[in-house]
Nanobody, 127 residues
Framework: QVQLVESGGGLVQPGGSLRLSCTASITLDYYAIAWFRQAPGKEREGVSC????????FYEDFVKGRFTISRDKAKNTVYLQMNSAKPTDTAVYYCAIPLYPATYCPSSMALTKFGTWGQGTQVTVSS
């Protein structure tokens, strides 16, 4: 069974930076990887996605220009670099693999389009 593991969460001040990591029990080379987040009392929402061949990266409007998704194949890790953090970025962050076809990011970040999830890592943006 595929296991995704997120790490790198923590407390960051507004305007600060944090880098989240997503690794797995299998090679991630052949999979698109997405990042989602869920704030207390809110629904889980998509944040960003990267295609398996890095041919495309996608961001929701509320993180464009602040977050960057990238992949290091040598480390079998997908990163989410968070810059200019805002208190509204406070949430548990999850990485996920889309359902078939798993190599490309789906046209939408609907939860039903993703089938494998990590356990999440908490990010808190506060002074």
């Amino acid at each position: 069974q595929v296991q995704l593991v997120e790490s790198g969460g923590g407390l960051v001040q507004p305007g600060g930076s944090l880098r989240l990591s997503c690794t797995a029990s299998i090679t991630l080379d052949y999979y698109a990887i997405a990042w989602f987040r869920q704030a207390p009392g809110k629904e889980r929402e998509g944040v960003s996605c990267i295609n398996s061949d890095d041919s495309g990266t996608f961001y929701e409007d509320f993180v464009k220009g602040r977050f960057t998704i990238s992949r290091d194949k040598a480390k079998n890790t997908v990163y989410l670099q968070m810059n200019s953090a805002k208190p509204t970025d406070t949430a548990v962050y999850y990485c996920a693999i889309p359902l078939y076809p798993a190599t490309y990011c789906p046209s939408s970040m609907a939860l039903t389009k993703f089938g494998t999830w990590g356990q999440g890592t908490q990010v808190t943006v506060s002074s």
